[in-house]
């Protein structure tokens, strides 16, 4: 997809090099690997008017882990300061990442400092979130999806391999899981801080309840679906669709 700049916005856009009708809704599959590229086209889609789901603003607000955690990590991190007001083990996480990816598990103050190391050898500026690690969530996980504010899947993710992740993408079985009035809230109002319709939010089990531990505005749902039962996609095909009829009245 090329964007042609002009005063006719209708055939700004050229898809392999042919201008085409714009389309009713764009419904972007992209999250952590949002390239400036990518925003811009959405952007530009929005500019014209195209309804977006989700939109560039809210993509942007996850895109970052650092910025929808607000938690601080920078290069020459002070593994004393991590050990006093965080502890070990501690979760270490890349800004990007998905799919379990970037995502490390340092048991001892050793252990960081080494990570630290390998992440100087490969790129002297690196930035990295650093979390609580919470031993009640040891190779699970609970995926929440909500649509348009609604939670329309939950399910457990559980490792199959005794790894402390739990993604199905990384060989993880899936549970359907009874949504009470806390798992609801919390996702719930996570998605709607982040300007979602579409999120996928994780939470951790944490002494009978749950906390957040990270939000995803490209949640895949194949794995909801199979185990849930659930038809996921029709859902997000209603919502576009009340969401364009809205937009076109």
């Not at 209708?10 to 999250?31: Q, Y």
């Not at 190779?139 to 929440?144: A, E, F, S, Y």
């Not at 559980?158 to 899981?177: L, M, W």
């Amino acid at each position: 997809i090329d964007i042609f700049v002009n005063k006719d916005n209708k055939n700004s856009i050229l898809v392999n090099g042919e201008s085409l009708p714009l389309p009713k809704f764009v419904f972007p599959r992209t999250g952590s690997g949002t390239t400036y590229h990518i925003k811009a086209v959405i952007r530009h889609f929005e500019r014209m008017g195209v309804v977006v789901v989700n939109g560039s603003d809210a993509i942007d607000n996850v895109k970052d882990k650092l910025y929808s955690h607000q938690i601080l990590a920078q290069s020459n991190l002070d593994i004393d300061f991590v050990e006093k007001n965080i502890g070990f083990p501690a979760i270490i996480k890349t800004i990007s990442g998905s799919y379990g990816r970037g995502v490390f598990l340092a048991e001892t103050k050793k252990q960081l400092r080494q990570l630290l190391t390998m992440a100087e050898l490969t790129k002297k500026s690196y930035n990295i979130i650093i979390q609580e690690f919470i031993k009640d969530t040891w190779g699970k996980d609970l995926r929440v999806l909500v649509v348009n504010g609604k939670v329309i899947g939950c399910m457990m993710r559980q490792s199959q391999d005794k790894d402390f992740r739990a993604n199905i993408s990384r060989g993880g079985h899936g549970f359907p899981y009874e949504v009470n009035e806390q798992i609801e809230w919390l996702s719930t109002e996570s998605s709607k801080a982040l300007d979602l319709d579409i999120a996928g939010v994780d939470l951790l089990f944490d002494n009978g309840g749950f906390k957040i531990c990270e939000v995803n505005s490209n949640p895949g749902f194949e794995g909801m679906e199979t185990f849930t039962k659930k038809n996921i996609a029709e859902e997000i095909v209603q919502f576009i669709k009340m969401k364009i009829g809205a937009y076109d009245e």
